[in-house]
Protein backbone atom coordinates (compact mmCIF):
# COMPACT_ATOMS: atom_id res chain seq x y z
CA UNK A 1 0.00 0.00 0.00
CA UNK A 2 1.10 3.43 -0.46
CA UNK A 3 1.91 5.40 2.38
CA UNK A 4 0.52 8.91 1.36
CA UNK A 5 0.03 11.20 4.68
CA UNK A 6 -3.73 12.14 5.36
CA UNK A 7 -3.66 13.11 8.28
CA UNK A 8 -0.11 14.48 10.52
CA UNK A 9 -0.78 14.88 14.22
CA UNK A 10 1.60 17.11 16.18
CA UNK A 11 1.88 17.62 19.96
CA UNK A 12 -1.88 16.98 19.94
CA UNK A 13 -2.97 17.73 23.74
CA UNK A 14 -6.85 17.23 24.98
CA UNK A 15 -7.61 18.21 27.94
CA UNK A 16 -11.36 19.21 29.39
CA UNK A 17 -11.19 21.72 32.02
CA UNK A 18 -7.60 20.36 34.22
CA UNK A 19 -7.81 17.02 33.12
CA UNK A 20 -6.10 16.43 30.06
CA UNK A 21 -7.10 12.60 28.59
CA UNK A 22 -4.89 13.10 25.15
CA UNK A 23 -1.13 13.39 24.42
CA UNK A 24 0.26 12.68 21.11
CA UNK A 25 3.66 13.67 19.75
CA UNK A 26 3.80 12.51 16.15
CA UNK A 27 0.60 10.17 14.77
CA UNK A 28 -0.11 9.82 10.85
CA UNK A 29 -2.85 8.61 9.32
CA UNK A 30 -2.14 7.20 5.77
CA UNK A 31 -5.00 7.69 2.57
CA UNK A 32 -7.04 4.55 1.99
CA UNK A 33 -5.91 2.53 4.96
CA UNK A 34 -7.95 0.94 7.73
CA UNK A 35 -6.57 2.05 11.26
CA UNK A 36 -7.66 0.54 14.29
CA UNK A 37 -7.24 2.42 17.79
CA UNK A 38 -7.53 0.03 20.50
CA UNK A 39 -7.47 0.60 24.53
CA UNK A 40 -9.49 0.40 27.47
CA UNK A 41 -12.23 2.66 27.58
CA UNK A 42 -11.02 6.51 28.35
CA UNK A 43 -8.11 6.24 26.76
CA UNK A 44 -9.11 9.00 24.85
CA UNK A 45 -10.00 7.38 21.69
CA UNK A 46 -13.14 9.02 20.95
CA UNK A 47 -12.06 12.11 21.96
CA UNK A 48 -9.42 11.98 19.33
CA UNK A 49 -11.72 10.43 16.86
CA UNK A 50 -14.00 13.28 17.51
CA UNK A 51 -10.76 16.02 16.75
CA UNK A 52 -10.55 14.00 13.39
CA UNK A 53 -14.05 14.55 12.37
CA UNK A 54 -13.22 18.34 13.50
CA UNK A 55 -16.47 18.58 15.76
CA UNK A 56 -13.81 19.24 18.66
CA UNK A 57 -10.69 21.32 18.49
CA UNK A 58 -7.43 20.24 20.25
CA UNK A 59 -6.35 22.32 23.02
CA UNK A 60 -3.06 22.06 21.85
CA UNK A 61 -0.98 21.17 19.16
CA UNK A 62 -2.18 20.61 15.07
CA UNK A 63 -3.70 18.01 13.17
CA UNK A 64 -2.77 18.74 9.37
CA UNK A 65 -5.20 17.98 7.04
CA UNK A 66 -4.59 17.76 3.11
CA UNK A 67 -3.15 21.47 3.55
CA UNK A 68 -5.14 22.70 6.69
CA UNK A 69 -3.86 22.96 10.14
CA UNK A 70 -6.64 22.53 12.47
CA UNK A 71 -6.04 24.09 15.89
CA UNK A 72 -7.64 25.32 19.16
CA UNK A 73 -10.12 27.61 18.58
CA UNK A 74 -10.04 27.12 15.12
CA UNK A 75 -13.55 25.64 12.49
CA UNK A 76 -12.78 23.50 10.10
CA UNK A 77 -14.34 25.15 6.83
CA UNK A 78 -17.47 23.31 5.71
CA UNK A 79 -15.79 21.75 2.56
CA UNK A 80 -13.21 19.90 4.64
CA UNK A 81 -15.86 18.83 7.44
CA UNK A 82 -18.09 17.24 5.07
CA UNK A 83 -14.72 14.93 3.99
CA UNK A 84 -15.30 13.46 7.07
CA UNK A 85 -18.13 11.31 8.59
CA UNK A 86 -18.28 9.13 11.68
CA UNK A 87 -20.47 6.03 12.30
CA UNK A 88 -21.21 6.89 16.60
CA UNK A 89 -21.31 3.61 19.13
CA UNK A 90 -25.02 5.00 19.97
CA UNK A 91 -26.44 6.27 16.80
CA UNK A 92 -29.22 8.73 16.95
CA UNK A 93 -31.74 8.45 14.25
CA UNK A 94 -33.88 11.48 13.29
CA UNK A 95 -37.34 10.81 13.86
CA UNK A 96 -38.52 10.38 10.95
CA UNK A 97 -38.89 7.14 8.05
CA UNK A 98 -35.16 5.24 7.61
CA UNK A 99 -35.32 5.97 4.11
CA UNK A 100 -35.13 9.93 5.52
CA UNK A 101 -32.72 9.09 7.78
CA UNK A 102 -30.47 8.38 5.08
CA UNK A 103 -31.42 10.69 2.53
CA UNK A 104 -30.46 13.62 5.16
CA UNK A 105 -26.95 14.11 4.83
CA UNK A 106 -27.39 14.81 0.92
CA UNK A 107 -30.27 16.91 1.91
CA UNK A 108 -28.14 19.10 3.68
CA UNK A 109 -25.66 19.21 0.44
CA UNK A 110 -28.45 20.23 -1.29
CA UNK A 111 -29.35 17.16 -2.92
CA UNK A 112 -32.51 16.04 -3.10
CA UNK A 113 -32.05 14.00 -6.11
CA UNK A 114 -30.58 10.91 -5.63
CA UNK A 115 -32.75 7.99 -4.99
CA UNK A 116 -30.34 5.62 -6.44
CA UNK A 117 -27.88 6.26 -4.47
CA UNK A 118 -30.20 5.90 -1.21
CA UNK A 119 -31.85 2.41 -2.72
CA UNK A 120 -28.13 1.34 -3.14
CA UNK A 121 -26.64 1.90 0.54
CA UNK A 122 -30.13 0.58 1.98
CA UNK A 123 -29.52 -2.34 0.08
CA UNK A 124 -25.82 -2.65 1.20
CA UNK A 125 -27.07 -2.47 4.61
CA UNK A 126 -29.94 -5.27 4.01
CA UNK A 127 -32.76 -2.52 4.79
CA UNK A 128 -34.04 -1.81 1.90
CA UNK A 129 -36.92 -3.85 2.49
CA UNK A 130 -37.62 -1.57 5.66
CA UNK A 131 -36.80 1.80 3.74
CA UNK A 132 -40.47 3.01 4.82
CA UNK A 133 -40.57 2.03 8.27
CA UNK A 134 -39.93 4.72 11.26
CA UNK A 135 -36.30 5.03 12.46
CA UNK A 136 -37.01 4.92 15.68
CA UNK A 137 -38.50 1.11 15.47
CA UNK A 138 -35.65 -0.27 14.51
CA UNK A 139 -33.64 -3.07 16.54
CA UNK A 140 -30.36 -1.35 17.89
CA UNK A 141 -28.41 -3.71 15.02
CA UNK A 142 -30.76 -1.95 12.57
CA UNK A 143 -30.40 1.46 13.98
CA UNK A 144 -26.74 0.97 13.24
CA UNK A 145 -26.88 -0.38 9.80
CA UNK A 146 -29.38 2.68 9.00
CA UNK A 147 -26.20 5.09 10.56
CA UNK A 148 -24.12 3.41 8.77
CA UNK A 149 -26.28 4.01 5.29
CA UNK A 150 -26.08 7.59 6.24
CA UNK A 151 -22.54 7.60 6.31
CA UNK A 152 -22.33 5.65 3.13
CA UNK A 153 -24.50 7.67 1.00
CA UNK A 154 -22.08 10.71 1.52
CA UNK A 155 -19.17 9.21 -0.10
CA UNK A 156 -16.66 10.05 2.79
CA UNK A 157 -13.06 10.55 2.04
CA UNK A 158 -12.61 9.36 5.41
CA UNK A 159 -15.12 6.99 7.50
CA UNK A 160 -14.61 7.02 11.36
CA UNK A 161 -16.26 4.43 13.20
CA UNK A 162 -16.42 4.82 17.04
CA UNK A 163 -17.31 1.42 18.86
CA UNK A 164 -19.64 0.58 15.52
CA UNK A 165 -20.71 -3.08 16.57
CA UNK A 166 -20.80 -2.53 20.59
CA UNK A 167 -23.58 -4.36 21.82
CA UNK A 168 -24.76 -5.66 18.88
CA UNK A 169 -25.36 -9.38 17.93
CA UNK A 170 -22.70 -11.63 15.90
CA UNK A 171 -24.79 -10.67 12.57
CA UNK A 172 -24.98 -7.49 12.59
CA UNK A 173 -21.23 -7.69 13.40
CA UNK A 174 -20.40 -9.69 10.88
CA UNK A 175 -22.75 -7.23 8.14
CA UNK A 176 -21.09 -4.38 9.25
CA UNK A 177 -17.61 -5.36 8.90
CA UNK A 178 -18.14 -6.67 5.79
CA UNK A 179 -19.47 -3.22 4.81
CA UNK A 180 -16.31 -1.36 6.37
CA UNK A 181 -13.89 -3.68 4.65
CA UNK A 182 -15.44 -4.01 1.21
CA UNK A 183 -15.96 0.15 1.27
CA UNK A 184 -12.46 0.37 1.97
CA UNK A 185 -11.45 -2.13 -0.96
CA UNK A 186 -13.52 -0.94 -3.37
CA UNK A 187 -13.22 3.33 -3.04
CA UNK A 188 -10.20 3.31 -1.04
CA UNK A 189 -12.09 4.92 1.65
CA UNK A 190 -9.74 5.97 4.58
CA UNK A 191 -11.37 3.94 7.84
CA UNK A 192 -10.28 5.35 11.18
CA UNK A 193 -12.31 2.62 13.61
CA UNK A 194 -11.86 2.71 17.83
CA UNK A 195 -12.88 -0.72 19.22
CA UNK A 196 -12.41 -2.40 22.53
CA UNK A 197 -12.40 -5.92 20.40
CA UNK A 198 -8.78 -6.49 19.49
CA UNK A 199 -9.90 -9.65 17.48
CA UNK A 200 -12.13 -7.11 15.28
CA UNK A 201 -9.35 -4.84 14.54
CA UNK A 202 -7.25 -8.13 13.78
CA UNK A 203 -10.16 -9.03 11.48
CA UNK A 204 -10.25 -5.52 9.79
CA UNK A 205 -7.43 -2.93 10.18
CA UNK A 206 -3.97 -2.76 8.29
CA UNK A 207 -2.59 -0.74 11.37
CA UNK A 208 -3.63 -0.97 14.84
CA UNK A 209 -2.27 1.81 17.38
CA UNK A 210 -2.91 1.00 20.90
CA UNK A 211 -3.92 4.18 23.00
CA UNK A 212 -3.40 3.70 26.59
CA UNK A 213 -4.53 6.88 29.67
CA UNK A 214 -4.36 9.55 26.52
CA UNK A 215 -0.72 8.02 25.67
CA UNK A 216 0.13 6.22 22.21
CA UNK A 217 1.83 3.06 23.43
CA UNK A 218 2.37 1.55 20.42
CA UNK A 219 1.68 1.96 16.43
CA UNK A 220 2.13 -0.88 14.13
CA UNK A 221 1.44 -3.41 11.19
CA UNK A 222 -1.72 -5.97 11.78
CA UNK A 223 0.91 -8.88 11.55
CA UNK A 224 3.66 -6.79 13.91
CA UNK A 225 1.11 -5.56 16.24
CA UNK A 226 0.26 -9.08 17.55
CA UNK A 227 2.99 -11.16 16.81
CA UNK A 228 5.43 -8.91 17.93
CA UNK A 229 4.47 -6.06 20.12
CA UNK A 230 7.36 -3.95 21.40
CA UNK A 231 5.63 -2.46 24.62
CA UNK A 232 4.87 -5.00 27.08
CA UNK A 233 1.43 -3.28 27.79
CA UNK A 234 0.52 -3.98 24.47
CA UNK A 235 1.60 -7.73 24.94
CA UNK A 236 -0.83 -7.56 28.66
CA UNK A 237 -3.77 -5.74 26.54
CA UNK A 238 -3.53 -8.37 23.99
CA UNK A 239 -3.44 -11.18 25.94
CA UNK A 240 -6.04 -10.17 27.37
CA UNK A 241 -4.21 -9.45 30.73
CA UNK A 242 -4.94 -5.91 30.98
CA UNK A 243 -8.11 -5.60 32.90
CA UNK A 244 -10.18 -2.64 31.38
CA UNK B 1 -74.71 43.98 17.82
CA UNK B 2 -73.51 41.53 15.27
CA UNK B 3 -70.86 43.99 13.36
CA UNK B 4 -69.77 45.46 16.93
CA UNK B 5 -69.35 41.99 17.77
CA UNK B 6 -67.45 40.87 14.49
CA UNK B 7 -65.32 43.77 15.21
CA UNK B 8 -64.30 42.73 18.78
CA UNK B 9 -63.53 39.05 17.66
CA UNK B 10 -61.60 40.63 14.64
CA UNK B 11 -59.40 42.99 17.12
CA UNK B 12 -59.02 40.09 19.09
CA UNK B 13 -57.76 38.12 16.83
CA UNK B 14 -55.67 40.82 15.74
CA UNK B 15 -53.73 41.86 18.58
CA UNK B 16 -53.02 38.24 19.86
CA UNK B 17 -52.08 37.04 16.88
CA UNK B 18 -49.48 39.79 16.05
CA UNK B 19 -48.48 39.61 19.77
CA UNK B 20 -47.76 35.53 19.16
CA UNK B 21 -45.75 36.01 16.03
CA UNK B 22 -43.69 38.65 17.53
CA UNK B 23 -43.50 35.88 20.61
CA UNK B 24 -42.58 33.47 17.87
CA UNK B 25 -39.86 35.13 16.77
CA UNK B 26 -38.52 36.51 20.04
CA UNK B 27 -39.35 33.20 22.00
CA UNK B 28 -38.08 30.34 19.93
CA UNK B 29 -34.61 31.65 19.05
CA UNK B 30 -34.54 32.36 22.61
CA UNK B 31 -35.07 28.87 23.77
CA UNK B 32 -33.28 26.81 21.00
CA UNK B 33 -30.07 29.46 22.02
CA UNK B 34 -31.12 28.89 26.12
CA UNK B 35 -31.29 24.90 25.52
CA UNK B 36 -28.34 24.32 23.48
CA UNK B 37 -26.02 26.27 24.26
CA UNK B 38 -23.81 26.62 27.71
CA UNK B 39 -22.64 30.52 28.42
CA UNK B 40 -22.03 32.74 31.84
CA UNK B 41 -24.92 33.68 33.23
CA UNK B 42 -27.60 31.27 31.88
CA UNK B 43 -29.14 29.97 34.68
CA UNK B 44 -29.43 34.02 35.86
CA UNK B 45 -31.72 34.16 32.38
CA UNK B 46 -33.50 30.94 32.76
CA UNK B 47 -34.55 32.11 36.15
CA UNK B 48 -35.66 35.52 34.25
CA UNK B 49 -37.48 33.54 31.65
CA UNK B 50 -39.63 31.48 34.37
CA UNK B 51 -40.32 34.63 36.29
CA UNK B 52 -41.54 35.59 33.17
CA UNK B 53 -43.68 32.71 32.19
CA UNK B 54 -45.62 33.49 35.42
CA UNK B 55 -45.78 36.94 35.77
CA UNK B 56 -49.03 38.25 36.47
CA UNK B 57 -50.38 39.98 33.39
CA UNK B 58 -52.07 43.02 35.06
CA UNK B 59 -48.42 43.96 35.98
CA UNK B 60 -47.25 43.70 32.94
CA UNK B 61 -50.14 46.02 31.84
CA UNK B 62 -48.83 48.42 34.74
CA UNK B 63 -45.15 48.12 33.16
CA UNK B 64 -46.34 49.38 30.22
CA UNK B 65 -48.14 51.74 30.80
CA UNK B 66 -46.00 53.89 33.10
CA UNK B 67 -43.31 53.24 30.21
CA UNK B 68 -46.01 54.36 27.47
CA UNK B 69 -47.73 57.34 29.21
CA UNK B 70 -46.62 60.57 28.10
CA UNK B 71 -44.31 61.15 31.21
CA UNK B 72 -42.70 57.49 30.58
CA UNK B 73 -39.44 56.72 29.11
CA UNK B 74 -40.93 55.29 26.19
CA UNK B 75 -44.12 57.82 25.78
CA UNK B 76 -41.93 60.60 26.20
CA UNK B 77 -39.94 60.05 23.16
CA UNK B 78 -42.54 60.46 20.90
CA UNK B 79 -40.98 58.22 18.46
CA UNK B 80 -43.21 57.60 15.43
CA UNK B 81 -43.12 53.84 16.26
CA UNK B 82 -43.71 53.61 19.44
CA UNK B 83 -47.56 53.26 20.04
CA UNK B 84 -49.79 55.66 22.70
CA UNK B 85 -51.49 54.38 25.32
CA UNK B 86 -55.11 52.95 24.57
CA UNK B 87 -54.31 51.61 21.17
CA UNK B 88 -54.11 48.38 19.36
CA UNK B 89 -50.81 48.79 19.23
CA UNK B 90 -49.73 49.34 23.19
CA UNK B 91 -51.92 46.34 23.82
CA UNK B 92 -49.57 43.78 21.81
CA UNK B 93 -46.43 45.18 23.40
CA UNK B 94 -48.12 44.10 26.55
CA UNK B 95 -49.50 40.81 25.01
CA UNK B 96 -45.71 40.38 23.69
CA UNK B 97 -44.37 40.31 26.95
CA UNK B 98 -46.58 38.36 28.45
CA UNK B 99 -46.35 35.70 25.79
CA UNK B 100 -42.95 35.34 24.26
CA UNK B 101 -41.31 34.37 28.01
CA UNK B 102 -43.82 30.89 27.28
CA UNK B 103 -42.56 30.68 23.96
CA UNK B 104 -39.09 30.56 24.74
CA UNK B 105 -39.60 28.34 27.95
CA UNK B 106 -41.53 26.19 26.44
CA UNK B 107 -38.87 25.80 23.45
CA UNK B 108 -36.33 25.74 25.71
CA UNK B 109 -37.40 22.38 27.64
CA UNK B 110 -38.49 20.96 24.21
CA UNK B 111 -34.93 21.89 22.78
CA UNK B 112 -33.35 20.17 25.67
CA UNK B 113 -35.68 17.20 25.71
CA UNK B 114 -34.18 16.24 22.40
CA UNK B 115 -30.82 13.78 22.49
CA UNK B 116 -27.75 15.51 23.31
CA UNK B 117 -25.69 13.77 20.90
CA UNK B 118 -28.04 14.29 17.91
CA UNK B 119 -26.72 17.54 17.00
CA UNK B 120 -23.23 16.17 17.19
CA UNK B 121 -24.31 13.22 15.18
CA UNK B 122 -25.66 15.80 12.59
CA UNK B 123 -22.69 17.88 12.52
CA UNK B 124 -20.75 15.12 11.61
CA UNK B 125 -23.08 14.11 8.54
CA UNK B 126 -22.11 18.09 7.22
CA UNK B 127 -24.32 19.89 8.61
CA UNK B 128 -23.68 23.73 9.21
CA UNK B 129 -24.45 25.46 12.50
CA UNK B 130 -27.20 26.64 11.66
CA UNK B 131 -28.56 23.38 9.95
CA UNK B 132 -28.24 21.43 12.77
CA UNK B 133 -30.01 24.07 14.95
CA UNK B 134 -33.10 23.64 12.36
CA UNK B 135 -32.67 20.00 13.00
CA UNK B 136 -32.81 19.72 16.53
CA UNK B 137 -35.94 22.03 16.46
CA UNK B 138 -37.66 20.12 14.11
CA UNK B 139 -37.03 16.98 16.37
CA UNK B 140 -38.55 19.09 19.13
CA UNK B 141 -41.46 20.20 16.33
CA UNK B 142 -43.90 18.98 19.34
CA UNK B 143 -42.59 20.68 21.90
CA UNK B 144 -41.99 24.21 19.61
CA UNK B 145 -45.67 23.88 18.81
CA UNK B 146 -46.60 23.51 22.17
CA UNK B 147 -44.77 26.48 23.35
CA UNK B 148 -47.04 28.36 20.54
CA UNK B 149 -49.95 27.28 21.64
CA UNK B 150 -49.19 28.19 25.70
CA UNK B 151 -48.37 31.33 24.12
CA UNK B 152 -51.34 31.81 22.25
CA UNK B 153 -53.66 30.87 25.50
CA UNK B 154 -51.75 33.11 27.93
CA UNK B 155 -52.72 36.28 25.58
CA UNK B 156 -55.88 35.55 24.13
CA UNK B 157 -57.93 35.01 27.51
CA UNK B 158 -56.02 37.77 29.09
CA UNK B 159 -57.88 40.53 30.38
CA UNK B 160 -55.57 42.78 32.87
CA UNK B 161 -52.86 44.09 30.75
CA UNK B 162 -55.12 44.56 27.96
CA UNK B 163 -57.82 46.25 30.05
CA UNK B 164 -55.11 48.76 31.75
CA UNK B 165 -53.23 49.80 28.08
CA UNK B 166 -55.84 49.42 25.91
CA UNK B 167 -58.77 50.92 28.22
CA UNK B 168 -61.60 48.76 26.82
CA UNK B 169 -62.41 51.74 24.11
CA UNK B 170 -65.40 50.79 22.24
CA UNK B 171 -64.72 50.37 18.26
CA UNK B 172 -60.87 50.57 18.74
CA UNK B 173 -59.80 48.76 21.53
CA UNK B 174 -62.63 46.57 22.66
CA UNK B 175 -61.68 42.77 22.80
CA UNK B 176 -63.83 39.78 23.75
CA UNK B 177 -62.17 39.43 27.62
CA UNK B 178 -62.65 42.82 28.26
CA UNK B 179 -66.16 43.09 26.47
CA UNK B 180 -66.83 39.96 28.62
CA UNK B 181 -65.84 42.04 31.75
CA UNK B 182 -67.86 45.33 30.85
CA UNK B 183 -70.90 43.44 30.45
CA UNK B 184 -70.72 41.21 33.21
CA UNK B 185 -70.77 44.58 35.42
CA UNK B 186 -73.71 45.62 33.20
CA UNK B 187 -75.55 42.68 34.52
CA UNK B 188 -75.85 41.45 30.80
CA UNK B 189 -74.57 37.82 31.91
CA UNK B 190 -76.48 36.32 28.71
CA UNK B 191 -73.87 38.69 26.02
CA UNK B 192 -71.12 37.74 28.66
CA UNK B 193 -71.34 34.11 28.37
CA UNK B 194 -71.98 34.10 24.89
CA UNK B 195 -68.79 36.00 24.44
CA UNK B 196 -67.03 33.75 26.73
CA UNK B 197 -68.10 31.11 24.43
CA UNK B 198 -67.10 32.74 21.19
CA UNK B 199 -64.06 33.08 22.92
CA UNK B 200 -63.15 29.20 23.72
CA UNK B 201 -64.40 28.62 20.72
CA UNK B 202 -61.93 30.34 19.06
CA UNK B 203 -59.65 29.46 20.99
CA UNK B 204 -60.48 25.95 20.27
CA UNK B 205 -59.99 26.30 16.19
CA UNK B 206 -56.97 28.29 16.51
CA UNK B 207 -55.24 25.10 18.92
CA UNK B 208 -56.94 22.41 16.14
CA UNK B 209 -55.66 24.45 13.08
CA UNK B 210 -51.90 24.68 14.98
CA UNK B 211 -52.12 21.03 15.75
CA UNK B 212 -53.06 20.31 11.63
CA UNK B 213 -50.23 22.50 10.61
CA UNK B 214 -47.54 20.16 12.44
CA UNK B 215 -48.73 17.21 10.50
CA UNK B 216 -48.57 13.81 12.15
CA UNK B 217 -46.61 14.58 14.66
CA UNK B 218 -48.70 14.04 17.09
CA UNK B 219 -49.76 10.53 16.58
CA UNK B 220 -45.85 9.77 15.96
Redesign the interface.
Known sequence: MKTETLYSIKDLRKCYEERCILQLQHFEIFRGEILALVGPSGAGKSSLL?ML?F?ETPTEGTIEFEGFTYHSGLEAP?EI??R???V?Q???L??RSVWDNVA??LE??GNRDAKGEIHSALEKVGLANLARQ?ARTLSGGEAQRVALA??LV?KPDILLMDEPTANLDPANVTIIEQIAADLNKSSGTTLVLVTHNIFQAKRLAHRISFILEGQLIELGSNHDFFTSPKDLRTKAFIGGEMVY | MLPALTEIILLSLQVSGIALLFSTIIGIPLGAIMGLHRFKGRKLVIALLYTGMGFPPVVVGLFVYILLSRSGFLGSLNWSFIPSLFTPGAMIIAQTIISFPLVAGFTMAAVMGV?P??R?????????SR?AVW?VLM?AKVGVMVSIIAGFGGIISEVGAVMLVGGNIEGKTRVLTTAIVLETRKGNFDLALALGGVLLLLSFIANVAMLRLQGKAFD?
Open positions: RNLLRRVTTFRPVLNFGLRRRAL | DNLQQVISLGATQTEE
